[in-house]
């Protein structure tokens, strides 16, 4: 008679069939608590890949602090140059050519703008950086023509 009950469905045997049911749909089913769960994950795997690179890498902090300073360095200069040569032009007797002066050293300074990014993203977002870097990339492919 056991036999039976099991082939035929007892109690047990129904119980069982059902949680095999809702096990294969729940596979099936993405909830939006499993997609928050996993994209918790994929967030704390990135900030710790981030903070095991920042880790392993102490011994350059000197030589990437000295290139931040450097290039934001010729960034804020080409600012200012740019700035200063454009207030110059204001009172100049030939103030095409220094505006145009202004023009090309402004637009290095904008060509550089995409280091900048990545510096100030490194120093202050680091969380973040996998967002700024596609930015900043792009910006270092485009270039301009600065013989207008």
Known sequence: ?????????SSDVVKEGISMIRDAG?????????KAG???????AEINAIIQ?????????????????MIT??????????????V?????TNPEQWRLTATVIGG????????MMLILAFYFAAPHMSKIVD????????????SK
């Open 1 to 9: 008679m056991g036999i039976l009950a099991k082939i035929f469905g």
């Open 26 to 34: 729940d596979a099936l089913v993405y909830t939006d608590e499993e």
């Open 38 to 44: 996993d994209r918790q994950a994929a967030k704390m």
């Open 53 to 69: 690179w920042m880790d392993t890498t102490k011994g350059q902090n000197l030589a990437r602090r000295l290139l931040a300073v």
């Open 73 to 86: 360095g010729v960034w804020l200069a080409m600012y200012a140059v740019s700035m200063i040569v454009n």
């Open 88 to 92: 110059i032009a204001i009172w100049a």
């Open 108 to 115: 290095f300074a904008n060509q550089m703008n995409g280091a």
């Open 135 to 146: 930015g900043a990339l792009s910006k270092f492919g485009k270039t301009q023509d600065l």
